[in-house]
C-alpha cells in the first residue's frame, strides 16, 4: 500500500478541451484557441446605426492625433452610457449588439467595450476586446492552464509604443488608465483567429505614486494654529480622491480630509477638491483651511510644535514607489517665520 499526503493548499482544477456554448464551439488547448472562440461569439455585433456613426466621425473631425480621437470618443463614452449589468442566457459570455447599446444607452462591461471597439473602428483605429480577472484583491490567472478564468472586459487600443487601455465602465478615469481594478493583471486580447496573453501596466514607477504639498501653518499667541493647505495627488494616489468626490457628500468629504490629514485633531473650514487629467495621467488637487488648538507647548526658552509630517503606511507604498513632498511654512507670533522642504 501507498502512502501520500495532501497539502492543505492543493487543488485540482478541471476545464474542458473541446466545448460548445449554444452553437459555438470551440477548444482551449491553448489561449490562443479560447481567444479565438471569445472572437467567433461577439463576430458581427459591433455594427453602429449609420447616423450614429455620423456622429462619431464629426466628434473627431479636424483631430489628427489616434490618441486624442480616442480621449474624445472615451469621454463621450463615458458621459453618455451607463453601466448596466444585465446577463440572459448566453449574455453571459456574448455581448449585447452595439446598436442596442447605443438605442438604450446602457450596457455591461462587454457591451460598453464592444461598442467602444466600435466607436473607434469608425475612425480608423483598430482596438481589441480583452479579457481580466478584475477585483483590487484578485488573484492571478493559472498562466499554464487555458480556461475561461476571467470576470470582466477592457479594451485594449495597439500603438507603435505602449499600448492605450480603456476601462469602459468608468465614468471618471482618463483615458489609457486602469486603476486598482485590472492594473498589473494578465490578461487575454482576442482577435481574430486567436490571440494571446499580455499584462496590464503595474503604475509603480515614481510618476504615477507622486503626493506634493505646499502648507502654511500661521500659530497664533494662545499656541492655536490656522493652516492653509494645497496638495496634489497623481496616479494611483488620485484614484482614491476621485471616489472621495464622485460618491461622498459635503459632510462624508470634509471628514475624510480631517480623518486622513497629516496634522492631528485638524478641523477643516473650508475646502476644494479637483480632478483633473494630464492625458492618461490622473491629478487631484486638494485646498483646505483648517483649524488645530493648542498645536504649540511653549516652554522658557522654546516652542514645541505638534507633529505634522503624517506617518508611512503599507498603503503608500503598496505600488512600490513614492514621492512624498511637502513643504512647510511656519508662522510665529512676533517672531517671523521657518520654511522647509520635506522630501520621502
Partial sequence: MAAYAIRPDSKLVLAPVKFKLDQYQGEMTDWS???AWQYEL????????????????AMVEGV?????????LYSYLQKNFRYVSIQLGIGGWQTMTAADVVNNAYGDCKALTNLMKAM???VGIASNYTLVRAGSDAKEIELDFPAPQFNHVILQVPTDGNPIWLECTSNVLPAG????FTRDRHVLVTKEGGGFLTKTPAYNTEGWNLIQSQSKVSIDLQGNA??????????????????VKNKLDERGQRDFLNRTSAISGLIVR?????????DSLPKSEITYEGVVQKFTQATAKRVVLKSFLGKL?????????LKLVDQYEIELPERGSLTGIFRR
Avoid: C
Fill in 33 to 35: 484557441e479560447l481567444a
Fill in 42 to 57: 461577439n463576430k458581427g455585433r459591433d455594427v453602429l446605426p449609420e447616423d450614429f456613426k455620423a456622429k462619431v466621425l
Fill in 64 to 72: 489628427e492625433e489616434p490618441y486624442e480621437k480616442v480621449k474624445i
Fill in 120 to 122: 473607434l473602428e469608425t
Fill in 177 to 180: 488608465f486602469l486603476g486598482e
Fill in 226 to 243: 490656522t493652516i492653509t493647505s494645497n496638495q496634489q495627488l497623481y496616479g494611483n494616489f488620485s484614484e482614491s480622491m476621485l471616489w
Fill in 270 to 278: 473650508n475646502y476644494t477638491i479637483e480632478i483633473l487629467k494630464l
Fill in 313 to 321: 503606511t503599507p498603503d503608500h507604498l503598496a505600488n512600490k514607489s
